[in-house]
């Protein structure tokens, strides 16, 4: 993990969407199908503290990936946080919106902006307005304008 990090703080822009490289493995690790490990809490922090130090423009997966890991927390799709690393993490959430606000200069396509709201939703307490975001894609974007209830 902590190589995987270091590849990440050390390009930190936006990433092509390719089958391999440090993104891949670390949602594989951290975020696996909705689910979130010791791992996940420990590694949060230090991709926050990538995003808040980090200048130009960052990949989305800065601001998607701790807010799906706190969603799959809130949800309880992981082990309760260790003790020895509740205070970090806490603060690292809250941070969340710190980063995003740090970056709100730079250009956002759709994913950007999409996973900066649901950063931002994590960070004030809002989980479920936080998994709306993340699972709002074009086709569901294009039922709600149309209010296309039908299932």
Not at 39 to 44: I, K, M, T, V
Request: charged share 20%.
């Amino acid at each position: 993990m902590p190589r995987l990090i270091e590849q990440v703080r050390r390009d930190p822009t936006q990433q092509p969407n390719h089958p391999e490289g440090p993104w891949v493995d670390l949602w594989s690790s951290l975020c696996h199908q909705g689910d979130v490990y010791e791992a996940s809490y420990a590694a949060l922090p230090h991709l926050v503290d990538i995003a808040c130090s980090a200048e130009g423009s960052i990949d989305f997966s800065f601001f998607l990936l701790p807010a799906c890991i706190e969603v799959a927390r809130e949800n309880k799709h992981g082990p309760m946080i260790p003790e020895y690393l509740d205070s970090a993490y806490f603060l690292a959430i809250t941070r969340l919106g710190e980063a995003v606000a740090l970056h709100r200069n730079d250009p956002w396509d759709q994913a950007m902006l999409l996973s900066a709201m649901s950063a931002q939703a994590v960070s004030k307490g809002h989980h479920r307005v936080a998994e709306v975001l993340i699972n709002l894609d074009n086709n569901l974007i294009e039922k709600l304008i149309a209010l296309d209830f039908d299932y």
